[in-house]
């Protein structure tokens, strides 16, 4: 499989429009994510240093270093989301003519769906931790790139949202009803969290006149 993240963004688009199946909307979530994240990190590299935003330079400096983890893991999801979905394609290809090969291609398609789950999850998860700091670089920020921030904000959103469809729609492929059920739970709470950034968010930026 083609590194994905390796790719210029005219190939990596051109490969999400392709009549390939993979990469997909996972794929493309786990991006969003990690373009928020980054433009979250160039705001506060754009306070940083300035005197008259002294006070935030402290808290600031410790968010972007987060921002550059969660990009970074963002990023590796990127290419893992791709790599979940062909393990299950190639689980239903496997020979299933014995019981024996019957049992064994059942359980590669259990453990290949429960990744296609997880990858997803981790995608919502990072995304989210980003989002839950986007009201503070809005709020502190440097003025000027506060429509920087809010952009951010909506990336890491829709990353979120479209992370947490891929988890849902796996679930019921997922046979262990305790390990979906933790899943969904995971997921509620995940957009619930973001839900409360994203309120803090745009009630920022309204005040900022970002959003109407």
Same mark, same amino acid.
Do not use: H
């Given at each position: 499989m083609?590194?994905?993240?390796?790719?210029?963004?005219?190939?990596?688009?051109?490969?999400?429009?392709s009549d390939a199946p993979a990469p997909g909307g996972?794929?493309?979530?786990?991006?969003?994510?990690?373009?928020?994240?980054?433009?979250?990190?160039?705001?506060?590299?754009?306070?940083?240093?300035?005197?008259?935003?002294?006070?935030?330079?402290?808290?600031?400096?410790?968010v972007a270093s987060a921002m550059d983890a969660n990009r970074d893991t963002l990023l590796g999801l990127v290419d893992e989301d791709t790599r979940a979905y062909d393990a299950i394609v190639a689980a239903r290809k496997l020979p299933k003519e014995t019981a024996e090969e019957k049992a064994a291609r059942k359980k590669a398609i259990d453990e290949a769906t429960i990744l296609a789950t997880t990858v997803p999850m981790q995608t919502a998860f990072f995304s989210m931790e980003a989002l839950a700091k986007a009201p503070v670089v809005?709020?502190?920020?440097?003025?000027?790139?506060? *429509? &920087? @921030?809010?952009? !951010?904000?909506?990336?890491?959103?829709?990353?979120?949202?479209?992370?947490?469809?891929?988890?849902?729609i796996n679930l019921p492929?997922? *046979? &262990? @009803?305790?390990? !979906?059920e933790g899943f969904r739970n995971d997921a509620e709470l995940a957009a619930k969290k973001a839900a409360e950034a994203?309120?803090?968010?745009?009630?920022? @930026?309204?005040?900022?006149?970002?959003?109407?």
């Amino acid at each position: 499989m083609t590194d994905l993240v390796s790719l210029a963004v005219r190939d990596f688009s051109a490969a999400l429009a392709s009549d390939a199946p993979a990469p997909g909307g996972g794929s493309a979530a786990a991006a969003a994510g990690a373009m928020g994240a980054a433009l979250l990190g160039m705001v506060c590299r754009l306070t940083l240093g300035k005197e008259k935003y002294r006070e935030s330079w402290e808290e600031l400096e410790r968010v972007a270093s987060a921002m550059d983890a969660n990009r970074d893991t963002l990023l590796g999801l990127v290419d893992e989301d791709t790599r979940a979905y062909d393990a299950i394609v190639a689980a239903r290809k496997l020979p299933k003519e014995t019981a024996e090969e019957k049992a064994a291609r059942k359980k590669a398609i259990d453990e290949a769906t429960i990744l296609a789950t997880t990858v997803p999850m981790q995608t919502a998860f990072f995304s989210m931790e980003a989002l839950a700091k986007a009201p503070v670089v809005l709020e502190k920020g440097n003025p000027n790139c506060a *429509s &920087d @921030a809010y952009v !951010a904000a909506l990336l890491l959103s829709s990353a979120l949202e479209g992370a947490l469809a891929n988890v849902r729609i796996n679930l019921p492929g997922i *046979s &262990d @009803a305790s390990l !979906a059920e933790g899943f969904r739970n995971d997921a509620e709470l995940a957009a619930k969290k973001a839900a409360e950034a994203m309120e803090k968010v745009r009630a920022l @930026a309204k005040a900022k006149e970002l959003a109407g």
